[in-house]
């Protein structure tokens, strides 16, 4: 074998080391879909928080595995051991495809030159096998086991993995499977039902890990690579030359070789008979199962697409209807009582109606109310979105989506958030974490602004109600064929220019038995995307609305004290006056319009209050009622248009559909995606916003 | 022979892959190689396919579908 050398081999003595590193990092590798998330979740609990990989914007989750061990002198407990465990992202392959599949071989590398050096840091990966599909498991865990990490194996899908009718290993029992694996392997084998609330498993995998830390194992028959077999798996299989290719095709062919020697080892010891001739793993008499049956259904050609879009649509009713009311609740929570405590409180330390209490009201307190009244959209979505992905369907969605995509160069599964974002753009955005690649990832979360959430619906209203009293539905629905317009053009433009890289690659998935999803390891996922959603993008949320109200109460003219400033005299007003006259070749360089644009980027949903409170009237109930809202509205926009009030009405809709959503938004793809892309991207949808305003405008006001 | 063109329920072989090295590569990896023997499960919308290999179901496009070769089995021949 070409890579087989000894370069990555422990260092002299290693293995009679017999002392536990102090801190031993365990990392957790595997394909797509085998239980390594849902094991990692077990095994951390709550003790565990998500990071982007250095450079990248691949998420990673970090956690703190801790047992106890049997205490001395027959006590219950003895001393605890923590581990640093890295759920690294599903990969098929350490010869990586994609920036996801880079980070998990990049991070088996590194451990490998560490553990070979003096004075590395140890570790152990732990290779999640999936026990219903042995083979692609297993050449995994051939391509790890050649960079000479230590390594252990978790056997996982244990459950169905017996009842499967046309597996190989299919009617052997988990202790059995083990143990036959075991021995081929010649390194730990533990059989881990991590959906189950017993630790025996855990128990076992702790002990096989910390038993491989001191004593090194190393897996027998697949030998180990040079460091120059290193250099080639640092680029990513696209990028490889045709000779390097050509040499990873003759490497892989020996790692079938061994995988189905493996295999076959396996499978002698099997005590169904049907199972025991090498011939019949590879041809068992196909019987349909049950996951077959349902996808007869789901993945009909005539039912599919019905299917995808009746999930699609349960997903927008949760995020909007469902999640409505709470999200009122908890803004009424805090706006009310809470808002009431807090003046009461600073009243009675003497600070009531000062600029202390409009600092901690309106600016704090309206920030974390926006944070809050977020939690349940996102709690829904994460949680929905975990059904869908453990049950097994979020793949069939790819498969059945993936036409409609392919134009785009995207997975499939990229339709889902983009719907969702009709509802809502935050937890649009949220669902992007379902696509495997990160480059999709970062594309879909940069369509997904250009989708017209529900807030921005209220603009329309109020516009299309004001200006074209007669056509308003009309109106209201070219806004969301402009949207749908937006994101293909947006998509196809982005793919021709940044995004050059994102192929249309073959759709090729392995599909999932469909199981019933485990409520524990939900809530505890749940739990933990809602926290690192509230930390992440909370405390950009906070700091925005802080500075939003330091504008507001901030006089520039006028005898006004700090905190109680007519917006006319404060600095948000003079900014609005400021950016008026950017927006007058669009049609609405008013103050009044500038001023509800600047409201708008902290939400949509207040650009109407905004219009009503810079106009000063109460909110209309009907806006095309004489001496109403809407008759101011149609008062300046017709002034700053020089008479085409109704082409500037249409270039503000516009305007307002192509802007930044909200800061909420902002925040969530500034953790998503990092700053560069988020600013590049608001820079791009204010300029985009502004130029199609103008088009809209200079052609509308022609006609 | 295509993939596509056997029907629901029919074993086959996979007699040659014509998709591009680096992909071929990859379905070579995630366990469908030339000797490979499948069950055609499902016919999807589009023209894809679904196949069952030794316990794993398979979706492909039509595309990817379209470039692998097949020849019809005769089950436990």
């Given at each position: 074998m070409s890579c087989h050398g000894s370069d990555c081999a422990p260092a002299p003595g290693r293995g009679a080391t017999t002392t536990m590193p102090a801190t031993l990092r365990v990392l957790l590798v595997g394909g797509p879909n085998v239980g390594k998330s849902t094991l990692f979740n077990a095994l951390t609990g709550a003790r565990q928080h998500t990071t982007n990989a250095p450079g990248t914007t691949v998420e990673l989750a970090t956690g703190t595995w801790r047992t106890v061990g049997p205490g001395s002198h027959g006590s219950a407990e003895g001393p605890a051991t923590e581990r640093v465990i890295v759920d690294l992202p599903g990969s098929y392959s350490l010869l990586a495809r994609s920036s996801d599949e880079q980070v998990t071989a990049d991070a088996v590398r590194e451990l490998a030159l560490s553990c070979a050096g003096p004075a590395g840091q140890p570790g152990v990966v732990v290779v999640v096998l999936d026990a219903t599909t042995l083979a692609r498991s297993l050449y995994l865990l051939a391509q790890v086991a050649q960079t000479g990490v230590p390594l252990v194996v978790a056997l996982t899908m244990l459950d169905l993995a017996e009842s499967a009718s046309d597996s190989p290993t299919a009617g052997m029992d988990p202790d059995t499977l083990a143990t036959?694996?075991?021995?081929?392997?010649?390194?730990?084998?533990?059989?881990?039902?991590?959906?189950?609330?017993?630790?025996?498993?855990?128990?076992?995998?702790?002990?096989?890990?910390?038993?491989?830390?001191?004593?090194?194992?190393?897996?027998t028959g697949v030998g180990v690579p040079t460091r120059s077999c290193w250099a080639r798996t640092s680029a990513a299989v696209p990028d490889r030359a045709a000779g390097d290719l050509a040499l990873e095709y003759a490497h892989a062919e020996i790692l079938f070789a061994w995988v189905e020697q493996v295999v076959e080892e396996v499978t002698r010891r099997a005590p169904d008979p049907t199972v025991q001739d090498p011939a019949t793993w590879q041809r068992p008499p196909h019987r349909r199962t049950f996951s077959d049956r349902i996808d007869t259904v789901l993945l009909n050609p005539w039912a599919g697409i019905p299917a995808f879009l009746a999930v699609v649509w349960l997903l927008f009713e949760l995020t909007t209807r469902f999640a409505a009311p709470l999200q009122s609740f908890i803004g009424h929570l805090v706006n009310g009582p809470v808002a009431f405590a807090v003046t009461w409180l600073l009243g009675l330390v003497g600070l009531g109606d000062s600029w202390v209490q409009g600092l901690l009201v309106d600016g704090l307190l309206v920030g974390v109310g926006t944070v809050l009244t977020f939690l349940p959209v996102m709690a829904v979505m994460f949680a929905a979105l975990g059904v869908l992905e453990d049950s097994g369907y979020l793949g069939r969605a790819a498969f059945v989506a993936d036409r409609a995509m392919r134009s785009l160069g995207l997975d499939g599964r990229a339709l889902l958030p983009l719907i969702v974002g009709f509802g809502c753009n935050l937890p649009a955005?949220?669902?992007?974490?379902?696509?495997?690649?990160?480059?999709?990832?970062?594309?879909?979360?940069?369509?997904?602004?250009?989708?017209?959430?529900?807030?921005?619906?209220?603009?329309?209203?109020?516009?299309?109600?004001?200006?074209?009293p007669h056509d308003a539905g009309t109106v209201i629905f070219m806004m969301y064929l402009v949207s749908v317009l937006l994101v293909l053009g947006g998509g196809l433009v982005l793919r021709r220019t940044a995004f050059r890289d994102v192929r249309s690659e073959p759709l090729i998935l392995v599909l999932p038995p469909y199981q019933r999803p485990h409520l524990r390891t939900l809530a505890m996922s749940v739990r933990m995307r809602v926290g690192a959603f509230v930390i992440g993008a909370g405390k950009f949320i906070v700091g925005t609305m802080l500075v939003v109200w330091v504008l507001m109460a901030l006089p520039v003219t006028g005898q006004h004290p700090v905190g109680h400033v007519p917006v006319a005299d404060s600095l948000y007003g003079r900014a609005a006056s400021g950016i008026a006259p950017v927006l007058a070749p669009a049609g609405f360089g008013n103050d009044h319009a500038a001023a509800?644009?600047?409201?708008?980027?902290?939400?949509?949903?207040?650009?109407?209050?905004?219009?009503?409170?810079?106009?000063a009237v109460a909110k209309p109930g009907d806006a095309a009622l004489p001496g109403s809202l809407g008759e101011q509205l149609r008062a300046s926009f017709d002034q700053s248009s020089g008479g085409h009030g109704g082409a500037a009405a249409l270039a503000f809709m516009v305007f307002v559909l192509a802007y930044t959503p909200c800061v909420a938004a902002l925040a969530e793809q500034r953790r998503l995606f990092g700053w560069r892309p988020t600013v590049s991207a608001l820079g791009v949808q204010l300029a985009g916003a502004w130029l199609l305003a103008v088009m809209v405008f200079q052609v509308g006001s022609r006609l | 022979m295509t993939l596509p063109e056997s029907p629901v329920g029919a074993q086959l072989r996979v007699t040659r892959v014509r998709l591009p090295a680096a992909d071929a590569l990859r379905l070579n990896e995630m366990g469908i190689r030339c000797g490979t023997v499948a069950h055609v499960t499902q016919h999807a919308a589009f023209g894809g396919r679904v196949i069952a290999v030794a316990g794993s179901r398979y979706a492909l496009d039509a595309g990817t579908a379209g470039l692998i070769d097949i020849e019809p089995v005769n089950p436990l021949r």
């Open positions: 036959a694996l075991s021995v081929s392997l010649g390194v730990p084998v533990v059989p881990v039902d991590a959906r189950n609330r017993t630790h025996a498993g855990r128990r076992g995998l702790a002990r096989a890990v910390d038993d491989v830390a001191v004593r090194p194992r190393r897996v955005l949220a669902a992007t974490r379902t696509l495997p690649r990160a480059r999709q990832r970062l594309l879909t979360g940069l369509l997904i602004p250009l989708t017209s959430c529900s807030a921005r619906l209220t603009v329309y209203v109020l516009l299309a109600g004001a200006f074209f509800a644009l600047i409201t708008g980027f902290v939400a949509k949903e207040v650009v109407v209050g905004s219009f009503a409170q810079s106009y | -």
